[in-house]
């Protein structure tokens, strides 16, 4: 069994079947008024970056934009130790499958990692949580050893777009580029602001021979 198999597990037996979002038992983590709830704040979105040469990557697909419910749910799972949360999302994304075949042309999702710092202190990466979820979904690896994170830095959500950018720089680093080359890579992260963080791993990519045409972004909602 995997390590993110085995959290799943002991999450599942630590946390009762609950919503995620308004606390009352539910069976499968989503209760019905929430699910009509997230419904309406729901729809895929596709910004296509080919031309725009400041963008590492091909596209971006986002689900929601950052606010009211999902805004809530996402700061949750991040920031106020809450990894349940992350079963609500999950099953939402299965109710809605058709939504994601459009990712069925990645050939590996590619988690962004956080440093071992704050993996330790958060006891899980959200990121890699959703990311097992969606690979299930769409029958499509995920891995989180391609690309490490060998700095800390603060909070993105804490900086503005200038600070984000110096932020993110020489933060990653390509670990295993034999296992994604010449295979579509689709990158995950939880939250689009500026996509600083998404286009340095990118970047860090391209700098090992992938072509920005096989890049593309994931994540669950855009600031």
Do not use: W
């Amino acid at each position: 069994m995997g390590v993110n198999n085995i959290i799943g597990t002991i999450l599942d037996i630590i946390y009762p079947q609950v919503c995620g979002i308004c606390g009352k038992l539910a069976h499968k983590s989503l209760c019905n008024k929430c699910r009509i709830r997230l419904e309406k704040e729901f729809n895929i979105n596709i910004d296509n970056y080919a031309e725009d040469f400041n963008k590492n990557f091909n596209e971006h697909y986002y689900f929601f934009k950052y606010e009211n419910l999902i805004r809530q749910q996402i700061i949750a799972l991040k920031f106020q130790e809450k990894p349940y949360v992350y079963k609500t999302i999950a099953y939402f994304f299965k109710e809605n499958k058709k939504s994601l075949k459009k990712l069925e042309k990645y050939d590996i999702i590619i988690v962004v990692p956080v440093s071992n710092k704050r993996k330790k202190e958060r006891g899980y990466n959200q990121s890699k949580l959703l990311a097992k979820e969606i690979a299930q979904i769409i029958n499509v690896p995920v891995s989180d050893n391609i690309i490490k994170k060998v700095k800390d830095t603060v909070p993105q959500s804490t900086l503005n777009k200038e600070q984000r950018l110096e932020n993110t720089k020489n933060v990653y680093r390509v670990t295993n580029i034999k296992k994604v080359l010449n295979r579509n890579i689709l990158i995950l992260d939880d939250i689009y602001t500026t996509g600083s963080t998404v286009n340095e791993c990118a970047r860090v990519l391209i700098e090992q021979g992938i072509k920005k045409d096989q890049i593309g972004v994931i994540t669950i909602a855009k600031d």
